[in-house]
């Protein structure tokens, strides 16, 4: 079965310094894709930052980066200098080559502490 | 920027009624998806559309749900006779299947409650 699990319901973190929210997965496919996605209070998903799984070069967008350990099956998202936008429930996803539809993990529900 | 909308915001119903929740994705876009919210958990896959039928569906989606592109426009989808268990928000998404795999746009969502 195709799971990710994110194991933090909740983390909080200081305006203007660093977190990171973790995501482990299970897949038996070679081709696939990561991804987080960001729900603010306005309900809608957008997409934070993707992964391709056969680049081992981690993938970065401005503040937001990841640290992603193929053997290990775990992806994580760094939020650097952390602003009060940022507070928004976290979701870590997947997709395989093969597929279309995205596998979703439970969420994190970031705070940001002015 | 083109967005995905979603019509209602939030229904409520009674148990045992119909309810359609539209979508109109993004123009260009050829997959469309269901996804479902209920509240404090995981968001869920329901359903994804391509070429004017479906291509995958969750175990969730039984005989209660369907989906239709009746234009070239909207995306809707029904829920026959909704139960309790069927309150949860609802989002549909679309993604154009180009070189981004799995960037899907979502909608804001609608909340359905079912009393």
């Known amino acids: 079965a195709q799971t990710v699990t994110q194991s933090q319901p909740e983390m909080s973190v200081q305006e203007a310094e660093t977190v990171t929210l973790s995501c482990t997965y299970d897949?038996?496919?070679?081709?696939?894709?990561l991804f987080w996605y960001k729900q603010p209070p306005s309900r809608q998903m957008i997409l934070v930052i993707r992964q391709e799984a056969y680049k081992q070069q981690n993938a970065t967008e401005n503040r937001f980066s990841v640290n992603f350990q193929k053997a290990a099956k775990s992806f994580s998202l760094k939020i650097s200098d952390s602003q009060l936008g940022d507070a928004a429930m976290y979701f870590c996803?997947?997709?395989?080559?093969?597929?279309?539809?995205?596998?979703f993990g439970s969420g994190t529900q970031l705070t940001v502490l002015p | 920027e083109p967005e995905v909308t979603q019509t209602p915001s939030h229904q409520v119903t009674q148990m045992g009624q119909e309810v359609i929740l539209r979508c109109v994705p993004i123009?260009?876009?050829?997959?469309f998806y269901w996804y479902r919210q209920i509240l404090g958990q995981k968001v869920e896959f329901l359903v994804s559309?391509?070429?004017?039928?479906?291509?995958?569906k969750s175990e969730i989606f039984d005989d209660q749900f369907s989906v239709e592109r009746p234009d070239g426009s909207n995306f809707t989808l029904k829920i026959r006779s909704t139960k309790l268990e069927d309150s949860a928000m609802y989002f549909c998404?679309?993604?154009?299947?180009?070189?981004?795999?799995?960037?899907?746009?979502f909608g804001e969502g609608s909340r359905l409650t079912v009393l």
């Open positions: 996803a997947y997709i395989t080559g093969s597929a279309r539809q995205l596998t």
């Open positions: 123009s260009n876009h050829l997959y």
């Open positions: 998404a679309s993604t154009s299947g180009g070189a981004e795999i799995g960037e899907l746009f």
């Open positions: 897949t038996s496919e070679s081709d696939y894709y």
């Open positions: 559309f391509y070429n004017n039928e479906i291509s995958e």
